[in-house]
Nanobody, 122 residues
Framework: QVQLVESGGGLVQPGGSLRLSCAAS????????MGWYRQPPGKQRELVVV???????NYADSVKGRFTISRDNAKNTVYLQMNSLKPEDTAVYYC????????????????WGQGTLVTVSS
């Protein structure tokens, strides 16, 4: 069974930095897209950034220039480096992966992590 396990959330002051990690567990053969979404308090879930297996990225305008996504395909892990954090970045951050294939031939259309809370406050 494949799962996404996130880590790295927490409390940070405005202007600070955090790094989130998300690892896909299980016997993975391939994952097409991996990315991050977030859900601010009282709001709907929104895209933060997505990265393909080839390294193409798509960032939300609100995080361009501040957040950087990277991916280690050998480790089936995606990272989100968040710099110059603002109070409006406060949210539960969810890892997402789609078009997942395992070594045994199982396929998953889409998976979500459990979410990790990022709070930006002084």
């Amino acid at each position: 069974q494949v799962q996404l396990v996130e880590s790295g959330g927490g409390l940070v002051q405005p202007g600070g930095s955090l790094r989130l990690s998300c690892a896909a567990s299980g016997s993975i053969f391939s994952i097409y897209n991996m990315g991050w979404y977030r859900q601010p308090p009282g709001k709907q879930r929104e895209l933060v950034v997505v990265i393909t297996s080839g390294g193409s990225t798509n960032y939300a305008d609100s995080v361009k220039g501040r957040f950087t996504i990277s991916r280690d395909n050998a480790k089936n892990t995606v990272y989100l480096q968040m710099n110059s954090l603002k109070p409006e970045d406060t949210a539960v951050y969810y890892c997402n992966a789609d078009q997942i294939a395992t070594m045994s031939g199982d396929r998953y259309l889409e998976l979500w992590g459990q979410g990790t809370l990022v709070t930006v406050s002084s």
